[in-house]
């Protein structure tokens, strides 16, 4: 089963996957698109609002956020890690319960980039916001920075996302029944 939908001007189909017994969601993964990734960045800079640095988390924001650091002319972004890396020196972490990781995983930031986004504007990137669970984390981690959160912006809003008035995002994407029928 397929969900087909137009993100950016160009047309996709994303595959549904089981989350539940009587929940489905599409996958959108931006992984190796260049081309959607490339329109996406473009249009979310045309909505975003001034900001001195980018954040997002690994793994699928890397190529959005380092695209739209690219067209936007921006020298330096800064990426949340899911594992710290042996660079990384006093450490800021959060837990985080996503939908789409079965389990709970941690998010890390690194002090050097924490010290950079400290009294500037972010703007928080993300592929997908669903639960706003990955969202919220990024915040807590600015926040503990000293960073000051301008916007939350994504490609999709899936489910009650495209509720929240605080996200800007490109598309909305449904919930689906185990049909493929849209919830």
């Known amino acids: 089963m397929k969900y087909k939908m137009n993100i950016a001007g160009l047309d996709r189909e994303l595959p549904l996957c089981k989350v539940t017994d009587d929940?489905?969601?599409?996958?959108?993964?931006?992984?190796?698109d260049a081309e959607l990734t490339v329109a996406c960045a473009r249009e979310l800079l045309?909505?975003?609002?001034?900001?001195?640095y980018l954040i997002t988390a690994e793994a699928k924001g890397i190529p959005l956020i380092h695209e739209m650091a690219r067209q936007n002319g921006d020298d330096f972004y800064v990426l949340v890690r899911k594992?710290?890396?042996?660079?990384?020196?006093?450490v800021f972490e959060v837990t985080v319960n996503s939908i789409t990781t079965a389990k709970e995983q941690k998010l890390y930031l690194d002090k050097a980039?924490?010290?950079?986004?400290?009294?500037?504007?972010?703007?928080?990137?993300?592929?997908v916001i669903?639960?706003?669970?990955?969202?919220s984390a990024i915040e807590q981690l600015?926040?503990?920075?000293?960073?000051?959160?301008?916007?939350?912006?994504?490609?999709?809003?899936?489910?009650?996302a495209q509720d929240r008035e605080d996200i800007i995002y490109l598309e909305k994407l449904p919930?689906?029944?185990?049909?493929g029928t849209v919830k």
């Open 83 to 90: 594992n710290p890396k042996l660079y990384m020196q006093e």
């Open 130 to 135: 669903s639960t706003g669970e990955s969202l």
């Open 46 to 52: 045309k909505k975003a609002p001034e900001y001195d």
């Open 23 to 32: 929940l489905y969601i599409g996958a959108f993964v931006i992984f190796g």
């Open 142 to 160: 600015v926040e503990k920075a000293g960073g000051n959160i301008v916007g939350k912006m994504t490609i999709l809003a899936e489910g009650d």
């Open 175 to 179: 919930l689906f029944n185990p049909d």
């Open 113 to 127: 980039d924490a010290d950079k986004m400290k009294g500037k504007r972010i703007l928080i990137i993300d592929d």
